[in-house]
């Protein structure tokens, strides 16, 4: 910045200077041989930054307003060099003094106007503070403080370090040695690891890490360092001792082989159910509640290796006690290991009793007696229920599949098994809501329906012919059977018995309500357990007219006639195929 002739870094003002005189600028004579106030430092006023502009090189004979030049105040006195006090700092305060007496003096006194300090001169006679130039060799006076500011102590405190000397006496300092080396909080040093007190260095008024280290005593920092050091150790290993046991868990888990045990058991046998429609993971925790496998993992990880893994059927199965994974699957699919109750279409409930006492090992007669006592408790649905005259009211609800019946369980329960699915079955298919359009009271008549269905036809093609002719004799205008059925299947039934040939003295003297030849209309229940079919032929029969059917062969052919002429062509057919 130009601060009129004078540079930053300008030497002092000499008598012999040649700018002293006439080449200076005007003003000067008329302040001859009067002292600034101001110790013969120069004031630097921001207006004279655009006058100095203004004015360019005037006053000097174009010399560069650069050069080597003395400065002057505002009244033309040179400045002195600078007084330093015992620090090396810049004395002020005498200088101050002065200043603010020769201002009074020339308070009222008007500057002519100059041109570029506008219309006025000066405006208050009050003055910015003078700024000296800095000291080059100073690192920390590159900018001194204005008068009466308060002066910014770039060394800390007396205690911190020694005084600077002044510009003139400074030498260089020394290189610090080796072994004095202090990395500094940029080089890794850290409170925590260095022992520092945060509390006792505020104490201390800010002293230098020279004076921590050496005032305090190694020793003792030395001695929290490793304590502090061997917490942290410890700290941090028992973290990644922690890590690494959970992190081994986790892997074993996740990425490791799952547990498993060898061979093919050790020879204790037990039942294992498996649910209708289990998965992998539920067979698993099934056999691993058993004691067969080690793990779940492991289980469906065989099963997943296996070809035919996912083909497993519900049911009971006899395995051993700790078989390894893979030999449990393969005898899961193995049918000689599978202690499956298997229910045919048609069965009736007497025998299916029968079947599921020898299934579970049971004296004979212990699952008819049950179901004869707790039917009430095995699941039926509500419009299964309070039905006059019925015989055996779990009729048509042991729905014909695969159950899981072994040693060991409760006839109850194969039961409950047997009426839930029935009950899911009927549900999926809606033989509640279907009953009505097809002219019959309640779904109970139509499962009803679905077991003669089931009982006289012999073939699958035979369902829906039979379905019609069920309706169109229950129909009340039918005059050929007089809305009599005239089933031998429900005779039988009756009778607890199969039999083709029956004669008609002995089905006409029996009036039960289950004889369709002596009662018209349906029976009071199901006489069987109906299949998929048969009570898929239920809900749809065919519309041909068929009201009469014969078992020609006797066995498994049946042929259909729409009138009574027919059926007479039929039942001669029938008795040359007989014998009779």
Not at 228 to 234: D, H, K, S, T, Y
Not at 383 to 392: G, P, R
Request: negative net charge.
């Amino acid at each position: 910045m130009t601060e009129y002739g004078r540079g930053p870094g300008s030497e002092p003002w000499h008598p012999e200077d040649p700018l002293y005189g006439d080449g200076g600028w005007g003003g000067q004579q008329a302040h001859a041989g009067q002292q600034s106030p101001y110790g013969g430092q120069p004031q630097e006023y921001p207006e004279q930054q655009q006058s100095q502009q203004q004015y360019g090189d005037w006053g000097d004979g174009g010399q560069s307003a650069y050069g080597q030049q003395p400065q002057y105040d505002q009244y033309g006195q040179q400045h002195p060099e600078p007084q330093y006090d015992e620090y090396g700092r810049p004395r002020y305060e005498q200088q101050y003094a002065s200043q603010q007496q020769q201002q009074q003096q020339h308070q009222h006194q008007q500057q002519p106007q100059q041109q570029g300090y506008g219309d006025g001169g000066w405006d208050t006679g009050a003055h910015p503070p003078a700024q000296y130039p800095a000291d080059p060799s100073d690192p920390y006076g590159q900018q001194p403080a204005a008068f009466g500011a308060e002066q910014p102590d770039f060394y800390g405190t007396s205690e911190a370090y020694p005084p600077p000397e002044p510009p003139g006496r400074r030498r260089s300092e020394p290189e610090p040695r080796r072994d004095d080396w202090d990395p500094g909080p940029d080089q890794g040093e850290h409170a925590f690891f260095a022992g520092g007190d945060a509390d006792a260095e505020d104490d201390a008024g800010g002293r230098g890490r020279g004076d921590r280290r050496g005032g305090r005593g190694g020793k003792s920092k030395k001695g929290r360092n490793g304590v502090a050091c061997l917490v942290v150790c410890l700290v941090l290993g028992g973290g990644a001792a922690g890590v690494a046991y959970f992190g081994y868990q986790f892997y074993q888990e996740r990425f490791g082989a799952a547990p498993d045990y060898a061979g093919d058991g050790n020879g204790e046998q037990v039942t294992v159910s498996i649910p209708r429609g289990a998965g992998g993971s539920t067979i698993g925790q099934e056999l691993k509640r058993k004691g067969v496998v080690k793990s779940v993992d492991a289980f469906i990880a065989a099963q997943q290796s296996n070809p035919n893994g996912k083909s497993i059927q519900d049911g009971a199965y006899t395995l051993q006690k700790e078989m390894s994974a893979e030999s449990a699957v393969e005898l899961l699919l193995n049918p000689k290991s599978r202690s499956n109750l298997i229910i045919a279409e048609g069965k009736r409930n007497v025998d299916v009793y029968k079947m599921i006492d020898k299934q579970l090992g049971v004296a004979q007669g212990t699952t008819a007696k049950v179901a004869k006592t707790e039917w009430k408790s095995l699941g039926l649905p509500d419009w299964a229920v309070n039905h006059k005259n019925v015989k055996d009211p779990l009729e048509g609800f042991l729905y014909p599949s695969s159950y899981s019946a072994a040693k060991g369980q409760k006839p109850a329960d194969v039961l409950k098994q047997m009426v839930a699915r029935a009950d899911e079955q009927y549900k999926r298919i809606g033989l509640e809501e279907k009953a009505e359009g097809l002219g019959l009271d309640g779904p109970w008549q139509l499962l009803t329906v679905a077991s003669l269905v089931q009982a006289e036809g012999k073939t699958h093609d035979d369902f829906r012919m039979m379905s019609e002719v069920v309706y169109n004799r229950l129909k009340p205008t039918n005059t050929e059977t007089n809305q009599k059925l005239q089933f031998d299947s429900s005779f039988n039934y009756l009778m607890g018995q199969s039999k083709i040939h029956i004669s008609e003295s002995e089905i006409n003297s029996n009036m039960d309500p289950y004889n369709t030849y002596t009662n018209r209309g349906l029976p009071p229940g199901p006489i069987g357990n109906p299949g998929e079919e048969a009570l898929q032929a239920a809900l749809t029969p065919t519309k041909d007219g068929w009201i009469y059917f014969v078992a020609t062969d006797g066995v498994s052919k049946t042929e259909f006639a729409k009138t009574h002429d027919e059926f007479l062509k039929l039942k001669e057919k029938f008795d040359a195929s007989s014998g009779n």
